[in-house]
Structure formats: C-alpha cells, structure tokens
C-alpha cells in the first residue's frame, strides 16, 4: 500500500456505525435521531393515537351519510355490498349453527360452493361477530366502512414511521394511503377483503 492511501485511510471519519463491533445492529424500533432518547416511545405511542384519532375523524366526515343510518344503510354504487352482508352474516351463522365456515351450500345449492374462492372475509367477520350478532350484519358492514379507512392509514403511517423521524411525514403517508382512490372507491362498493 502507498503512502496516499495510508493517509487517506487514517484521514478517514469515524462514524458511530464504524465504531460499532461487526454484527452489532441497532435496535428494531430505533429511528433515524430518535434512538435512545428519553421519552421517544411515548412520543411514538402519542403520535400514533393522536394519528388514528385525526384518521378516524376524516372517516367519520367521508361516510356521514352512514352515521345516521347504521344498520340500515349501505354504501350505494353496485349490488357487492349486499354479498358482503352475507359474509359478514355467515360465518357467525357456521359457527354457531356448528356447520363448515368455508364451505356453503346456501349458495349454488345443492352442491354448495367453497367460500374461500370467493371473497369473503373469514376475520373480518368473526372480529365483527359481536357486531353481527347484536345489531345485525349490516350495522357490522356499516361499522367495518366506517373503521376501514382510519385502520389502513394508521398501518401505513406505522410503516412510514419505521422509515422517517419526522411524524407529520408519516401522518402524511398514512393520509394518503387510507384516503387515496383505492381504498375510498373500493369502499363505496364495500370491497373489505381489498380495503
């Protein structure tokens, strides 16, 4: 090795990542100038509530016409939201009744048809099943609309977070996805297992 390249090597800066031992990672929930600082993952947890709340509140003021009419009203735009209150009814229905979840022969009796090549929601409705059975399917697709938006932006503002500091960037992100064309029209036709 020459002697400009033994100077340029020891005029080299030391980073902090180059101070570290060879395998050592920094930790999961780290950030880029928020690892290790008093109260960062209060202010993460702040940031996040605060975030759904705001999401939450847009959803409220985009399906409006819902809030009144729960239970009784469905998102207009196609006849898909009328088979989503089926599979929402369903699976509480398979389960209580003790008959296969999957599997149906309500449908296309009387061979029945594999609900799981369809698409249905086989979470979505058992988590909505509280709902389903007290106030009925519809006030249960009604609820999931209502929820969807805010849910989808809250994950991705959590996925835009894993990649910037700055909170108000991944609020902005979360924004755009829960709120974009994709979700909101596949909404108006009730599209869960999409949204």
């Known amino acids: 090795m020459s002697r ?9 800066p030391v980073t902090p990542d ?30 996040a509530v605060t975030s759904y709340l705001v999401y939450q509140a847009l959803a409220l003021v985009s399906w ?7 239970g009784s009203a469905l998102p207009t735009g196609s006849a898909d939201p009328g088979q989503e209150v089926w599979f929402l009814a369903q699976l509480p229905h398979a389960l209580g009744s003790g008959t296969d979840p999957f599997f149906s022969h309500a449908i296309f009796a009387p061979q029945g048809v594999n609900l799981l090549s369809n698409t249905s929601m086989p979470l979505i409705g058992l988590l909505l099943a509280p709902v389903t059975a007290t106030a009925g399917p519809v006030a249960a697709l009604d609820v999931a609309v209502l929820l969807a ?11 835009c977070r894993r990649h910037v500091s700055w909170q108000p960037a991944a609020f902005v992100g979360g924004l755009c996805y829960g709120f974009g064309p994709f979700l909101i029209g596949d909404l108006r036709y009730a599209h869960l297992d999409l949204t």
């Open 18 to 47: 180059a101070a570290s031992p060879p395998g050592a990672a920094s930790p999961p929930d780290a950030l880029p100038g928020d690892a290790h600082r008093p109260g960062a993952a209060a202010s993460r947890w702040r940031g």
């Open 64 to 70: 409006w016409h819902l809030l009144g009419h729960v």
């Open 149 to 159: 938006p805010a849910l989808s932006a809250l994950g991705a503002f959590a996925l």
């Open 4 to 12: 400009a390249g033994t100077a340029v090597a020891s005029a080299a």
